[in-house]
């Protein structure tokens, strides 16, 4: 066990550390940096706890862990975050246990899981700190969950494509985990206070995922760019992204510029093929249109019944059914003609391909073969 803290220690703090001083500075990596160090310095006092003695009797420090985690996800997914007061009132239950910890300093408040229900003064506030702990975790994990989704359902009216670098299906998957490895924490506690079957106690091994978890935390955070900076690339000031929903009620947009509109912009993707860059992204395709990028986004969302990336991936489609009946093409593997379509991943291809055509991409070449035989 203690092999395994020093492990946690040494990467946390060298991660973030790294994470801290990155370029260029973003409030997320802050926050990030600040959970990674948060997480060492718990690994610390629970080395100091094993091997000389008590730093403190309750375990407050992992209430800072969902709140942190919440936030990171939050600000970056956020344009221009900035930090306001209110968002202290998340570290409420930290502060409230970090009071009671400092007024029972001497007592032996918790005696872990053997003696989590023995009856005396603080068994009541045990059983709450159990409960409360385990609310706070599945809340914010919830809530970080949420705004990863809704976050991704946003880039479909940005993007015409999927990246790991703006989709944070990274932060989504690890942050999963993250609350899978917790669970199974309590199951094993609850079982161990229940009946004292288990052989270790389940929060000092929970050490040996948290060490791994924040390796690949601290790996993919490293690598994580800031978001907006990938989705806008055109060299003017992009404008403040609002709620479209805002944006759509004062735009005043009539029918006859609506039908232009509309026009305009079919025969741009028809003629000009800014579908074939893997890498379109709506405020390409504004400047490409002199289209303001609000306009752009209602006339798709609300008049064309789309999003931005379903219409741009159904031109791809199109794309490459042409492509696959031309004997131009035919040299090609189906994953190449993709590719040369605007499509950047073998994944999102199938996806959305089938998505379009209710076959995967092999069958629709077997059937348009079997039909010209």
């Not at 299906?169 to 206070?193: C, E, K, N, P």
């Not at 900076?229 to 004062?250: A, C, N």
């Not at 090609?332 to 998505?355: C, H, M, Q």
């Amino acid at each position: 066990m203690e092999a395994i803290l020093y492990i946690g220690i040494s990467q946390t703090l060298f991660a973030g550390i790294l994470i801290s001083v990155k370029r260029p500075r973003m409030l997320a990596n802050q926050i990030l940096a600040a959970w990674l160090f948060i997480i060492g310095l718990e690994m610390i006092i629970v080395l100091v706890n094993e091997t000389l003695v008590e730093l403190y009797p309750i375990k407050i420090l992992p209430y800072t862990y969902g709140p942190l985690l919440f936030l990171y996800a939050k600000w970056m997914t956020t344009e221009k975050p900035l930090f306001d007061l209110r968002y202290l009132w998340h570290f409420a239950p930290f502060f409230i246990f970090l009071i009671v910890s400092l007024v029972f300093i001497d007592e032996r408040v918790m005696h872990g899981t053997d003696g989590f229900l023995v009856t005396d003064r603080f068994v009541s506030f045990r059983i709450v700190y159990g409960i409360t702990f385990f609310i706070s975790i599945t809340a914010y994990s919830i809530a970080t969950f949420v705004v990863i989704h809704r976050h991704q359902l946003r880039l479909k009216e940005l993007v015409s494509y999927s990246s790991g670098k703006i989709t944070l299906q990274w932060l989504l998957g690890l942050s999963i985990t993250f609350y899978a490895g917790y669970v199974i924490m309590f199951i094993f506690g609850g079982v161990d206070i229940m009946t004292g079957f288990m052989p270790f106690d389940p929060y000092e091994i929970s050490f040996i995922s948290l060490t791994l978890l924040t390796f690949l935390f601290g790996v993919f955070g490293f690598h994580q760019p800031s978001i907006f900076e990938e989705v806008v690339k055109i060299e003017t000031k992009p404008e403040k992204m609002e709620p479209d929903t805002i944006k759509y009620q004062r735009s005043g947009l009539k029918e006859k510029d609506v039908a232009n509109y509309v026009n305009k912009i079919g025969k741009y993707m028809h003629i000009e093929k800014p579908y074939l860059n893997r890498e379109l992204t709506i405020y390409d395709l504004s400047d490409q249109l002199k289209i303001p990028r609000h306009i752009l986004s209602e006339v798709i969302n609300e008049h064309m019944g789309k999003n931005f990336y379903h219409l741009v991936n159904e031109y791809r489609v199109n794309e490459v059914k042409k492509r696959m009946k031309s004997d131009e093409y035919r040299q090609l593997t189906i994953l190449a003609i993709a590719f040369d379509s605007g499509f950047n991943s073998k994944s999102s291809f199938n996806t959305v391909f089938k998505e379009k055509t209710g076959q995967t991409p092999s069958e629709y070449m077997e059937s348009f073969n079997a039909r010209n035989s």
